[in-house]
């Protein structure tokens, strides 16, 4: 007997939980980790494209830890910052020169896209875990939707 599970991302978690996220999907993106945010007060501005995104369905909890922080990404001359806005939600603000607002929106997306996979990708193996199920196989496709192939023992 078998069954399909869909599952519809909610992000809610502490910073270290979508810093972790975030670092997972860029690794598989090709971004690097730039320097703080609060170290950057010095490039120049000018001419550089901004589109703000807001992860819908997020929170991130006030835990203390990662209250004000923030995660900033670059590749080929984007940069990504990854932040808590005042509602709690996740919000990535993208830059770069030569790109208009609009191709900074689809690049923050797919980005989001893939932070939000990372997310739900590790609380779902967590739960498994924990439910004592296993893991018997998992399977990525072209269009990057994973199939996680469970035993309930």
Not at 88 to 109: N, P, Q, T, Y
Request: hydrophobic share 40%.
């Amino acid at each position: 007997m078998s069954c399909v599970l869909v599952v519809t991302p909610l992000v809610i978690g502490s910073w270290p939980a979508i810093s972790a996220a975030v670092t997972a999907a860029i690794a598989t993106m090709g971004y690097s980790l730039a320097k703080a945010a609060g170290q950057r007060h010095g490039v120049d501005q000018h001419g550089k494209a901004k589109a703000e995104i807001t992860v819908e369905d997020s929170e991130i909890l006030e835990d203390g830890a990662g209250t004000g922080q923030e995660i900033v990404v670059e590749k080929d001359g984007i940069r990504a910052t990854f932040s808590r806005d005042a509602r709690g939600a996740l919000r990535v603000c993208m830059e770069g020169e030569g790109h208009s607002k609009a191709e900074l929106k689809k690049i923050g997306e797919e980005l989001i896209g893939r932070v939000t996979q990372q997310y739900v990708y590790h609380k779902v193996v967590t739960e498994l875990k924990e439910r004592r199920m296993a893991i018997v196989g998992e399977e990525v496709g072209e269009d990057r939707t994973i199939k996680i192939h469970v035993r309930n023992w």
